[in-house]
């Protein structure tokens, strides 16, 4: 009898009474076990008096909880060899152990400490908030950072779509410990958790551990957040000490939840995706007018983006830009046949390179939970793009170029850039966005 291998173990779901879903992917050849706590919250469920809370909480959970001060935390997971890690999303906060797949169960009892019995100590507080302040220096000294912010705002305006996951510095500055605690209280609740494993592990004994240590949390209600309009426009952002443009342009696409998305995931890797695709076969190799471009879709079950970002001397942003609507335009009247084949085949093997990472699988398992109720089968995701023709592809092209374009510069920008930017042919801006400023962003 043949192992079961990434190549066909698919995850199985068990719910709790609290709502609390359980997802395990056992998987015999791989000697180690990844188990994480995903938690629906993240900078879209926040207020913005209360943005960057999610990641300051994040960061907080492994400095005390009833029973553990930082040092024990830390120890404990060492002491059997594990290695912990966590992160913050705009949809979700997720907190991870990976190490033997014998100590599967530890992890999740350990994790459920962390998740459900933080004390957030006053002291250690104040000495993270210090760390997360010289993070969020460091992100607004980064032009793609600041660009990317100004995008996500000309996207979604005052949604919280648009706040960034780190938060403002003044929210930052004020946070309290009452407020953490607030805030969890709110959030964190049967019906917005999920705990997943994947390894060599013994999913019944990992639903156990999770019932012992996760069972007791109030179901509540899921945190859900009415999708976003799409504005579109134009901002630029100039910033001290940086030589170079960053240059953000996308255009809006179907939510996960839509199964037209398909069509805007393979469009991106048809039109940017490799040395060969027309952005870097064109812009980059054949022109070298940037240094660094690429294509992706941002799709979660809110929106989706399809966005092109590039770097470039200040002087080729203009020939840039309209290389690009070029490329674009021409993509809606043809799609190349050996192109769509191309653009296939790299997602396939992008598509395998997941299946062959476990805390991946996990991820994507847990926001399918959270969007849908249930876990997207392999076939179910890669079938449907991989039955994506030419005519839908070119329809796609089309109506992403009738829709408000969002363009962001950050860094170096020459003035003439927002003139010719703003009256491009072929791409549509609503509204002026904001004008050309100096400095951070707030």
Same mark, same amino acid.
């Given at each position: 009898?043949?192992?079961?291998?990434?190549?066909?173990?698919?995850?199985?779901?068990?719910?709790?009474?609290?709502?609390?879903?359980?997802?395990?992917?056992?998987?015999?050849?791989?000697?180690?076990?990844? #188990?994480?706590?995903? #938690?629906r919250t993240g900078s879209v469920h926040e207020?913005?008096?209360?943005?960057?809370?999610?990641?300051?909480?994040?960061?907080?959970?492994f400095k005390g909880t009833a029973t553990r001060n930082c040092q024990q935390i830390n120890l404990d997971a060492e002491r059997l060899g594990a290695e912990v890690n966590a992160h913050t999303d705009k949809d979700h906060t997720a907190y991870h152990m990976r190490g033997l797949a014998r100590d599967a169960g530890r992890f999740v009892q350990m994790?459920?400490?962390?998740?459900?019995?933080?004390?957030?100590?006053?002291?250690?507080?104040?000495r993270e908030r210090q760390v997360i302040l010289q993070e969020l220096a460091e992100d607004e000294d980064d032009a793609y950072s600041m660009a990317y912010r100004l995008f996500d705002k000309l996207c979604y305006g005052r949604h919280p779509l648009a706040q960034p996951v780190i938060g403002l510095r003044r929210n930052i500055e004020r946070f309290t410990r009452d407020d953490l605690v607030a805030f969890v209280r709110r959030q964190q609740s049967g019906a917005n958790v999920v705990v997943a494993a994947a390894g060599r592990i013994d999913a019944d004994a990992v639903v156990r551990a999770a019932e012992a240590a996760f069972g007791g949390m109030p179901r509540g209600s899921e945190n859900r957040v009415p999708p976003p309009v799409w504005h579109g426009g134009f901002a630029a952002r100039r910033m001290a000490g940086v030589s170079q443009s960053h240059v953000v342009l996308g255009f809006p696409v179907p939510p996960s939840t839509d199964?037209?998305?398909g069509v805007a995931v393979v469009a991106s890797a048809l039109f940017g995706e490799g040395m060969s695709s027309p952005l870097m076969d064109e812009i980059r190799e054949r022109r070298g007018l940037v240094y660094y471009a690429a294509c992706s879709t941002d799709i979660s079950d809110l929106a989706g983006q399809f966005v092109v970002e590039a770097s470039m001397a200040p002087e080729n942003v203009e020939t840039?830009?309209?290389?690009?609507?070029?490329?674009?335009?021409?993509?809606?009247?043809?799609?190349?046949?050996?192109?769509?084949?191309?653009?296939?085949?790299?997602?396939a093997v992008r598509r395998l390179h997941v299946q062959e990472r476990p805390y991946r699988r996990l991820e994507e398992a847990a926001l399918d939970v959270f969007a849908f109720g249930r876990v997207r089968g392999r076939a179910e995701?890669?079938?449907?793009?991989?039955? #994506?023709?030419?005519?839908?592809?070119?329809?796609?092209?089309?109506?992403?170029?009738?829709?408000?374009?969002?363009?962001a510069i950050a860094g170096k920008v020459r003035p003439?850039?927002?003139?010719?930017?703003?009256?491009?042919?072929?791409?549509?801006?609503?509204?002026?966005?904001?004008?050309l400023r100096a400095g951070a962003a707030a």
């Open positions: 009898m043949t192992d079961r291998t990434t190549a066909d173990a698919e995850p199985r779901i068990t719910p709790l009474a609290n709502g609390v879903r359980v997802v395990t992917l056992e998987l015999p050849h791989v000697e180690s076990a990844c #188990v994480s706590v995903f #938690v207020t913005p008096a209360l943005s960057g809370i999610s990641h300051v909480v994040e960061h907080m959970a994790l459920g400490d962390i998740v459900r019995n933080g004390s957030f100590p006053q002291d250690e507080l104040e199964p037209a998305h840039f830009a309209s290389e690009l609507v070029r490329l674009l335009r021409a993509q809606a009247d043809a799609v190349d046949p050996v192109s769509l084949e191309r653009a296939r085949n790299q997602i995701r890669l079938e449907r793009l991989m039955a #994506v023709g030419a005519a839908p592809l070119r329809a796609e092209f089309a109506r992403m170029l009738q829709a408000p374009a969002s363009i003439s850039a927002q003139a010719h930017l703003k009256a491009l042919p072929g791409l549509r801006l609503a509204g002026s966005g904001s004008e």
